[in-house]
């Protein structure tokens, strides 16, 4: 049984002195896999040229000036793995902006492949630690937040590596407009207590659910990735959860 947070108070605005020291921040996962072909290399290198977003700049104060094309909204992307559900969303919606954020190499290669194939005008890219793009973002500045099939760390000894935890949901609630949402996808029970419980105690979250079945239905429009279709050929049962940001 998962022990329950402590309730925590939302950040509103991330000055250099509040932010945590990135000791604690620091990316865990993978930043390699298997070597990256010279076509992909070639790829990322022009890719991240053209989509890279430079956080040594300041942020605009309205994200849809990011873009090489108007949009009407914009959403980020946490840990987009090989940009399926990414390029899914971008392509269906181009008058959204989208942010995608992959600090695996390989991942965003694949991705850097795909728009080299169909460039999107509607998509920029942060191939570093998600924390820092998070807290370059300015306040209520997001539409909506995605954080599908997070690297679960299922040994207890490991939750502490979990994305979602008291400091990142202070991000996530300083950084989402009043009424946007928050999505998680995991098909690690463990992750989605911890989530559920998380974002309870944290307060500036409300969870969606009207009926037990909605947690294991997909998101509309919902493309799966292979990921997912792993997890459930090898038995384990995908919830998609839906918190608003009060």
């Not at 390989?106 to 509607?122: E, S």
């Not at 998380?198 to 500036?204: L, N, P, S």
């Amino acid at each position: 049984m998962l022990s329950r947070p402590e309730p925590r108070q939302t950040c509103h605005q991330m000055s250099p002195q509040d932010r945590p020291s990135r000791a604690t921040e620091a990316f865990f996962g993978r930043r390699r896999g298997k070597p990256v072909r010279p076509q992909q290399a070639a790829a990322l290198e022009s890719g991240l040229g053209a989509y890279r977003l430079d956080l040594a700049a300041e942020a605009p104060s309205d994200l849809r000036t990011l873009f090489e094309t108007e949009v009407s909204t914009v959403r980020l992307e946490i840990g987009f793995g090989g940009g399926e559900h990414l390029l899914h969303r971008a392509i269906e919606a181009p008058t959204t902006g989208f942010i995608g954020v992959e600090p695996f190499v390989n991942g965003m290669a694949k991705m850097m492949m795909a728009v080299r194939a169909r460039p999107l005008a509607n998509l920029r890219v942060h191939d570093d630690d998600a924390t820092r793009l998070l807290d370059w973002l300015p306040p209520a500045s997001l539409d909506g937040l995605d954080l599908l099939y997070p690297d679960p760390w299922p040994k207890k000894k490991h939750w502490k590596r979990r994305f979602v935890s008291p400091v990142n949901l202070d991000r996530f609630a300083r950084v989402l407009k009043p009424g946007s949402k928050f999505r998680f996808a995991s098909d690690i029970d463990t992750y989605v207590n911890w989530t559920l419980l998380h974002c309870r105690a944290h307060g500036a979250f409300a969870w969606q659910a009207a009926e037990a079945a909605d947690w294991h239905r997909p998101y509309e429009g919902w493309p799966g990735t292979r990921y997912e279709a792993k997890a459930i050929r090898e038995g384990r049962r995908p919830a998609y959860l839906t918190f608003i940001r009060k």
